[in-house]
């Protein structure tokens, strides 16, 4: 597919956003394990922490994805209604991811679930999966997550009686954790999607994720759940590659909507320690600012 020199420039910076993500650890998330390996206790999960922060560091300096499971592509596209390219970009996206798929290299991770065939190429079957949300503007923004299988594997949704409220809601939180044990690759980053519709629940749980692990909810009463589900889930001793410790979650975000009388929808999406997203802003020039993973020295 040939494209123009514009469509062309936006597609290598996809490319660079999609390699940078793939191969650094955002800094937030190193100084969050250095933060847990100075409050751990036990060895093994000492012996963990460190061989993960290793692991982060010999990846960016070497240029090396960080982990083998380089997950299924998902873009969310915030697109400004003045950008310059807007038909064509589902085929640049796509391109993008099968180049990035060549040259980073990627782990093909796009499987039929029928035949059981994978495409070889991160293509296919309605992947990279794409969303867009319009705005005003000449920009766009661009939300990046590979998703690995251990953190979607224990992805769930959860639906309580409302008569439960805020105690229901955390018992399910916990019987997640519980449940999933070490198979998202803990610590983990736990996105919480809160009321509105099955997919809404879904999707804005995946939205907390591309939160720094550091910042605070400005909704003091979500800020509140946050602390407390972050401790409750730290004290489950499932630990650092799930061997024991007091660090079994990094940090707990969460997104809410409105719900429905009737229902009170709980969507819960774990990522694993590496906590990859990538974030950038596009301009209509085709050049890129990156905002997160920052990178670290």
Same mark, same amino acid.
């Given at each position: 597919?040939?494209?123009?020199?514009?469509?062309?420039?936006?597609?290598?910076?996809?490319?660079?956003?999609?390699?940078?993500?793939?191969?650094?650890?955002?800094?937030?998330?190193?100084?969050?394990?250095?933060?847990?390996?100075?409050?751990?206790?036990?060895?093994?999960?000492?012996?963990?922490?460190?061989?993960?922060?290793?692991?982060?560091?010999?990846?960016?300096?070497?240029?090396?994805?960080?982990?083998?499971?380089?997950?299924?592509?998902?873009?969310?596209?915030?697109?400004?209604?003045?950008?310059?390219?807007?038909?064509?970009?589902?085929?640049?996206?796509?391109?993008?991811?099968?180049?990035?798929?060549?040259?980073?290299?990627?782990?093909?991770?796009?499987?039929?679930?029928?035949?059981?065939?994978?495409?070889?190429?991160?293509?296919?079957?309605?992947?990279?999966?794409?969303?867009?949300?319009?705005?005003?503007?000449?920009?766009?923004?661009?939300?990046?997550?590979?998703?690995?299988?251990?953190?979607?594997?224990?992805?769930?949704?959860?639906?309580?009686?409302?008569?439960?409220?805020?105690?229901?809601?955390?018992?399910?939180?916990?019987?997640?954790? $519980? *449940?999933?044990?070490?198979?998202?690759?803990? +610590?983990? =980053?736990?996105? !919480? @999607?809160?009321?509105?519709?099955?997919?809404?629940?879904?999707?804005?749980?995946?939205?907390?994720?591309?939160?720094?692990?550091?910042?605070?909810?400005?909704?003091?009463?979500?800020?509140?759940?946050?602390?407390?589900?972050?401790?409750?889930?730290?004290?489950?001793?499932?630990?650092?590659?799930?061997?024991?410790?007091?660090?079994?979650?990094?940090? $707990? *975000?969460?997104?809410?909507?409105?719900?429905? +009388?009737? =229902?009170?929808? !709980? @969507?819960?999406?774990?990522?694993?320690?590496?906590?990859?997203?990538?974030?950038?802003?596009?301009?209509?020039?085709?050049?890129?600012?990156?905002?997160?993973?920052?990178?670290?020295?």
């Amino acid at each position: 597919m040939r494209f123009s020199p514009l469509e062309e420039k936006v597609l290598n910076s996809l490319v660079s956003l999609i390699k940078l993500t793939e191969t650094v650890v955002s800094y937030d998330v190193i100084r969050a394990l250095k933060m847990a390996l100075e409050k751990e206790k036990d060895e093994t999960a000492k012996s963990q922490l460190r061989a993960m922060i290793k692991n982060a560091e010999v990846a960016n300096f070497q240029t090396l994805p960080i982990c083998q499971d380089t997950g299924l592509l998902t873009f969310h596209i915030k697109l400004g209604e003045d950008f310059p390219i807007k038909a064509r970009l589902n085929d640049i996206i796509v391109e993008a991811s099968k180049k990035a798929t060549e040259i980073v290299p990627l782990r093909p991770n796009a499987v039929d679930p029928i035949t059981g065939k994978n495409t070889g190429n991160n293509i296919g079957g309605r992947i990279p999966w794409i969303t867009y949300e319009l705005t005003e503007g000449d920009k766009m923004e661009v939300f990046f997550l590979p998703k690995g299988g251990g953190s979607s594997y224990v992805v769930s949704l959860t639906s309580i009686p409302p008569s439960q409220g805020l105690k229901g809601f955390k018992r399910s939180i916990i019987e997640a954790v $519980v *449940k999933a044990g070490p198979k998202p690759c803990p +610590p983990v =980053t736990l996105g !919480i @999607g809160l009321g509105g519709t099955e997919d809404m629940a879904i999707k804005l749980g995946a939205k907390a994720l591309f939160r720094k692990l550091d910042d605070k909810n400005p909704d003091p009463a979500l800020a509140q759940l946050e602390s407390e589900l972050l401790e409750m889930i730290n004290s489950l001793g499932i630990g650092p590659a799930g061997l024991g410790g007091n660090t079994t979650a990094l940090a $707990v *975000k969460i997104e809410k909507a409105s719900r429905h +009388p009737a =229902t009170f929808l !709980i @969507g819960i999406v774990f990522q694993c320690w590496t906590n990859r997203r990538g974030h950038a802003i596009i301009y209509e020039n085709g050049e890129m600012d990156v905002i997160l993973p920052e990178v670290w020295a």
